[in-house]
């Protein structure tokens, strides 16, 4: 069983920048992170996978946000700069058990409590 906890949600004016990190207990293969915000379906925002070697983004957050990984402290990053009102959303973790996944919901199989993200313009 994989267990899963977001951290580094908060409070950001439009065009500033926060971490998310993702604690994994278990062994944990590919990851990712995906998005909700009120009134809207889950969405993906970014994927890597179990070497780290690849990534995967939502054109919506190309070139703004930064997902990566430390196996070894069985952690995964998001890093998002550039925030704009339209990221404001709650951000899931996930996790799959397979080496490497993608954009679709159905691909993962644990999902951590979710943290929040607010950006106010």
């Known amino acids: 069983q994989v267990q899963l906890v977001e951290s580094g949600g908060g409070l950001v004016q439009a065009g500033g920048s926060l971490r998310l990190s993702c604690a994994a207990s278990?062994?944990?293969?590919?990851m990712g992170w995906f998005r909700q915000a009120p009134g809207k379906e889950r969405e993906f925002v970014a994927a890597?996978?179990?070497?780290?070697?690849?990534?995967s983004y939502a054109d919506s957050v190309k070139g703004r946000f930064t997902i990566s990984r430390e196996n070894a402290k069985k952690m995964v990053y998001l890093q998002m700069n550039s925030l704009k009102p339209e990221d404001t959303a709650v951000y899931y973790c996930?996790?799959?058990?397979?080496?490497?996944?993608?954009?679709?919901?159905?691909?993962?199989?644990?999902w951590g409590q979710g943290t929040q993200v607010t950006v106010s313009s």
């Open positions: 890597i996978s179990w070497s780290g070697g690849s990534t």
């Open positions: 278990g062994r944990t293969f590919s």
């Open positions: 996930a996790a799959a058990r397979t080496y490497i996944s993608g954009s679709h919901l159905d691909e993962y199989d644990y």
